[in-house]
């Protein structure tokens, strides 16, 4: 499986961006995907995730009510609808796919750069 974000960019306090996660390769094995963070300094935290049906989702505390995960698996593709954006926001963020049969493995995008600026 293999995973391409885009999407990222400068916005201002305020604004708003959509991320684009495009899946390849084994796409019929992927279960639950997600996006990461990982602001200079920090540790990769978890931002969103959905799983394989799109039915069912969570967030981080600090972004609910701000950003929308979704999914479109007939095109292979993961979404980030990031609203209402503040600096706090600034990382790269990375694509993430669980997939496998019996064997679960993790895949990752090579991440794309949100800068909120204040």
């Known amino acids: 499986v293999q995973l391409v974000e885009s999407g990222g960019g400068l916005v201002q306090t305020g604004g708003s961006l959509r991320l684009s996660c495009a899946a390849s390769?084994?796409?019929?094995?992927?279960?639950?995907m997600g996006w990461y963070r990982q602001a200079p300094g920090k540790q990769r935290e978890l931002v969103a995730a959905?799983?394989?049906?799109?039915?069912?989702?969570n967030y981080a505390d600090s972004v609910k009510g701000r950003f929308t995960i979704s999914r479109d698996n007939a095109k292979n593709t993961m979404y980030l609808q990031m609203n209402n954006l503040k600096p706090e926001d600034t990382a790269v963020y990375y694509c993430?796919?669980?997939?496998?049969?019996?064997?679960?493995?993790?895949?990752w995008g090579q991440g794309t750069q949100v800068t909120v600026s204040s």
């Open positions: 959905i799983a394989s049906g799109g039915g069912s989702t």
């Open positions: 993430h796919a669980r997939a496998g049969g019996g064997t679960q493995f993790d895949y």
């Open positions: 390769g084994s796409t019929f094995s992927i279960n639950a």
